[in-house]
């Protein structure tokens, strides 16, 4: 399960660390095998550079899962089924004014407190372009999509990510720009399991915007 996973990386990260000492010790302490040694060394400090980083992120991510580009409308999923207890386990109850919050203004303030960056896309092409280049942009991606609307403006799709197989459903909107001029794109993205997505929701979603912006 991935939770196992999880709790195994600090166990692996201090294999790593035991495997450079090891490999230390073979290049200053013995003459033969030099070269497996230096090899083993950069193997195993690429491996404890990628576990700390990975735990790095997974704990400056805040523990929701539910992440989007607009905190007051997020887009809706029609197709997708998601998961019902979006609210749970929203963290920072014991922080000074919290308590008196609603779980769901919690989720907006840790969300934005995260992710400030997020941000609703303004696209210069008419709806049909959005959805077209939202679609072309997730396949780039390796995305799964579920559901495309061109008339409705709404793309939904699913991926999982790479080492855990962890999935996530995303969705998104697109509508008449306030100004009048061109139209506004909103991504959402919602981990299927876990109290936090651990920064991966907001990583399909700069991704996903950054992708769309260039077509």
């Known amino acids: 399960h991935w939770t ?10 201090a294999l790593a660390l035991v ?3 090891t490999g230390l010790f073979s290049r200053f302490a013995r003459r033969d095998g030099q070269v497996v040694a230096v090899t083993a060394v950069l193997i195993a400090a690429a491996t404890a550079g990628f576990l700390a980083n990975e735990e790095r992120r997974i704990a400056a991510a805040p523990a929701i899962h539910d992440i989007s ?3 007051d409308d997020p887009p809706a999923f029609r197709t997708l089924a998601i998961r019902s207890d979006l609210l749970s386990g ?8 919290y308590q008196a919050l609603s779980p769901r203004d919690r989720w907006k303030a840790a969300h934005f407190e995260a992710y400030a960056g997020l941000r609703t896309i303004d696209f210069e092409g008419d709806r049909t372009g959005a959805v077209r280049a939202a679609v072309a942009s997730a396949r780039r ?3 799964t999509i579920v559901a495309i609307d061109e008339a409705g403006g709404r793309v939904e799709a699913t991926t999982r990510s790479r080492y855990f197989g962890l999935a996530d459903d995303l969705a998104l909107r697109v509508r008449p720009a306030a100004s009048g001029k ?4 909103d991504l959402r993205s919602v981990a299927r399991e876990g109290i936090s997505d651990h920064g991966r929701g907001a990583r399909h979603l700069r991704a996903w915007s950054r992708e769309i912006v260039r077509r």
Request: aromatic residues 10%.
């Open 19 to 21: 495997a450079i000492a």
């Open 69 to 71: 580009t607009n905190l």
């Open 141 to 143: 991606l390796g995305w």
């Open 90 to 97: 929203v963290p920072m109850v014991d922080r000074p004014g």
């Open 182 to 185: 061109g139209t506004s794109v």
């Open 4 to 13: 196992t996973g999880l709790g195994l990386l600090p166990w692996m990260f």
